[in-house]
């Protein structure tokens, strides 16, 4: 590889970048990265399987649709693309039928690392956590109630627990701030002291809103064909 090569190929990448994050926080880390690499290092880097990663922050890093398609475009990526469907169709020369075009998701898998200190940890603050998602980050992400842990609740018919556990312990904001008060009030708190409502979810209201934005109506936090914006201004 000779200079101008690398020349292009950093320059690449970093317009790429600069395409998806516009707060230039993934296109200046990766110049300061190429700036101290020898070109054998270099030659090493862009030689791997998937070299680049985007790194994103909430509220820094959140590239909008129009600006993935932009980035996909600029490097010559097909936003849409048909998919092989060899156990549908087959024809007499093993060529399989394809689907319409549609947008394709590549999923790379990380390495399980199943170290002793990874199932030791416990946080006891939920303060770190994606306020769009609801899902707990950071120094906090261990205090996150998994799934085997309901399904054992649910076994033993620990109904009152999962609902504490799901609502007002989990991503319901409105609730927890009640409940929360109530203890620092009283000292003492009942699960029917707090009062849950069906929109209070900010898992539920993300996955409603992606739902709305693909045309699709569901019942997840609606009633109806309302949402709960238009029921409560409607009242």
């Not at 994050?21 to 054998?40: Q, V």
């Not at 899902?135 to 999962?162: C, H, P, W, Y």
């Not at 609902?163 to 609730?175: G, N």
Request: net charge neutral; aromatic share 10%.
């Amino acid at each position: 590889m000779n200079k101008k090569q690398r020349e292009e190929i950093e320059e690449l990448i970093i317009s790429s970048f600069n395409i998806l994050d516009k707060s230039g926080t993934n296109s200046e880390y990766y110049k300061d990265l190429f700036s101290k690499m020898s070109d054998s290092q270099f030659h090493s880097f862009i030689a791997k399987k998937y070299p680049g990663k985007f790194y994103y922050r909430p509220s820094v890093t959140e590239p909008t649709m129009d600006d993935i398609e932009e980035a996909l475009n600029f490097i010559g990526v097909p936003l849409s693309e048909k998919i092989n469907m060899p156990w549908v169709y087959e024809d007499k020369d093993g060529n399989p039928v394809q689907s319409k075009e549609c947008t394709v998701v590549y999923l790379h898998h990380k390495k399980v690392q199943q170290f002793i200190t990874k199932k030791n940890k416990w946080a006891i603050s939920v303060s770190n956590r994606d306020m769009k998602g609801g899902r707990l980050i950071g120094a906090d992400k261990g205090a996150v109630t998994s799934d085997r842990e309901f399904e054992s609740m649910e076994v033993q018919s620990m109904n009152n627990t999962v609902d504490e556990f799901s609502t007002f312990r989990a991503d319901s904001m409105k609730s927890k701030n009640m409940a929360n008060a109530i203890i620092g009030t009283t000292g003492v708190l009942h699960l029917d002291d707090v009062k849950v409502d069906k929109d209070d979810f900010l898992s539920k209201n993300l996955m409603s809103a992606y739902m709305i934005g693909a045309h699709l109506n569901t019942n997840i936090v609606n009633e109806g064909n309302y949402t709960p914006t238009t029921l409560r201004s409607k009242s």
